[in-house]
């Protein structure tokens, strides 16, 4: 069964460094996503990316933060300037059709990323 | 604001039983309800979707229920094994947007 894939699978990095997070999505799949989890807390949205853009984003998604589909298999998200409170599992999911519809959302098994 | 919460928080039971996982949410409108299984340190697994139109949805000895206007689901697990043992998650499409919005979980342990 096709699966959405992300790696590293851990990551430490230190406060201030570039992360770039990676995934690929299901093949035939539309829409991407990231959410994160921090330790303890609930899963929650970070950004969606549709036909090439952001089609939206939360207020954790601020200019520190940007995703890129660079070819047809890829799509990565990248933290500028990592801080403390941005350690968490970020996960990448992928959609056929939008989450309104009857289309499950398929998550990757996440990074972990620890800023130290 | 979609609020969407998840009773029991755990869950620790014998092999064997039947189990009910309630999840709830504050506004009505919603498109669909997914459940998730989550195992400790990896990523989500989709269980099931029920669209608004649906009652329930069954796989296998999983049966989950909808009812819209309470604002309620409930994911049934018939003859609980020690390979159930997770969290399972639901959510929620939040309306007109396109994020699904969590529940904190329930954390289930099936011992033999």
């Known amino acids: 069964e096709p699966e959405v894939t992300q790696t590293p699978s851990h990551q430490v990095t230190q406060m201030g460094q570039e992360v770039i997070l990676r995934c690929v999505p299901i093949s035939n799949h539309l829409y991407f996503y990231w959410y994160r989890q921090i330790l303890g807390q609930k899963v929650e949205f970070l950004v969606s990316f549709y036909n090439n853009e952001i089609s939206e984003k939360s207020e954790i998604f601020d200019d520190q933060f940007s995703v890129e589909r660079p070819d047809g298999s890829n799509f990565t998200l990248k933290i500028r300037s990592t801080k403390l409170e941005d350690s968490a599992m970020y996960f990448c999911a992928s959609s056929l059709r939008a989450v309104g519809s009857d289309s499950p959302l398929h998550f990757g098994n996440g990074t972990r990323l620890t800023v130290t | 604001k979609q609020e969407v919460t998840q009773i029991p928080a755990a869950l620790s039971v014998p092999e064997g039983e039947n189990l009910v996982l309630n999840c709830s949410f504050t506004d009505s409108a919603i498109y669909n309800l997914q459940w998730f299984r989550q195992d400790p340190g990896k990523g989500l697994t989709s269980l099931l979707l029920?669209?608004?139109?649906?009652r329930e949805q069954t796989s296998g000895r999983l049966n989950a229920s909808l009812d819209k206007s309470s604002g309620r689901s409930t994911l049934y697990i018939a003859a609980s094994q020690p390979g159930d043992s997770a969290t399972y998650l639901c959510?929620?499409?939040?309306?007109?947007?396109?994020?699904?919005?969590f529940g904190t979980g329930t954390r289930l342990q099936v011992f033999p």
């Open positions: 029920i669209q608004s139109s649906q």
């Open positions: 959510a929620v499409p939040s309306y007109n947007t396109d994020k699904l919005i």
